[in-house]
């Protein structure tokens, strides 16, 4: 007799089956892809502490304050894909919707229990995952960011899966690249960035390599 377990099985294997062979290859591929993707993001730690500030998943509960701190145009400039302006539902889609993606994880930065910004990686397949953050313009220019980095950095050489970190940053952008080069990321080199709401501005690419050492 067939169970609802085969049923489900049996749905998705007959639409394999109408695709091509090309198709069926490139089915495959996503799937491997985001499978890889969410096995590099979910060997990441759920909750990293450093001497101020603790990282963790973000929650429906931040979406006030994310709203509140992200709704700023001094951010998204510096960011090719926030919003602006930032809204209610894009904190929400945020939260629900951007954090549970396999080829995400990104964690609410909090002091004193207060969310502060984000800081994460998006995993690019066959690519070293990328760090990405910011910062809620009340916070800058206390060490955040770069205490946040390096708590974030530790935890993912600590799973030993990422011989390679990558980051970029606009040219303009002094604050941002000085967090990086705080951390040890090494200039890779400068380019055109990815149209978004920076419109392809130049970038420069930074990378860290794990130390042999650690
Ligand atoms: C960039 C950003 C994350 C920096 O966060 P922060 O917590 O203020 O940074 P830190 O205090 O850790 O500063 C790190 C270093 O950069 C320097 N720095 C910070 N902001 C700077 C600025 N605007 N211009 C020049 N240097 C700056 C600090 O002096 C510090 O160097 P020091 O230790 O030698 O004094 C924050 O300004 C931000 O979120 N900006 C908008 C979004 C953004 O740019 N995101 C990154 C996109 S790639």
């Known amino acids: 007799m067939a169970t609802l377990d085969d049923d489900d099985d049996f749905v998705p294997r007959r639409r394999t089956q109408l695709m091509g062979p090309a198709a069926q290859a490139r089915a495959l591929a996503e799937a491997t892809a985001k499978l890889?993707?969410?096995?590099q993001r979910?060997?990441?730690p759920h909750r990293i502490e450093t001497a101020r500030l603790v990282l963790r998943a973000p929650i429906r509960g931040d979406?006030?304050?994310l709203v509140k701190l992200a709704d700023?145009?001094?951010?998204?400039?510096?960011?090719s894909r926030l919003p602006h302006p930032y809204t209610r539902a894009d904190g929400i889609g945020f939260v629900e919707i951007?954090?549970?993606?396999p080829d995400e994880r990104p964690y609410a930065i909090t002091l004193d229990d207060q969310f502060v910004g984000?800081?994460?990686f998006t995993f690019h397949e066959g690519q070293p995952p990328e760090l990405g953050y910011w910062l809620g313009e009340p916070y800058w220019g206390r060490g955040i960011m770069s205490e946040a980095v390096k708590g974030l950095i530790e935890a993912?050489?600590?799973?030993?899966?990422f011989p390679r970190l990558k980051a970029r940053a606009l040219v303009s952008n002094d604050g941002s690249r000085n967090v990086l080069t705080k951390a040890g990321f090494i200039h890779m080199g400068e380019g055109p960035g990815p149209t978004g709401t920076n419109m392809g501005k130049p970038v420069v690419f930074y990378?860290?390599?794990q130390p042999k050492w650690s």
């Open 36 to 39: 890889a993707a969410r096995r």
């Open 42 to 44: 979910d060997a990441l």
């Open 63 to 65: 979406v006030p304050d």
């Open 72 to 79: 700023n145009k001094a951010i998204a400039e510096k960011l």
């Open 98 to 101: 951007i954090a549970q993606r």
């Open 118 to 120: 984000v800081v994460g």
């Open 156 to 161: 993912a050489f600590a799973t030993r899966l």
């Open 207 to 209: 990378e860290l390599e």
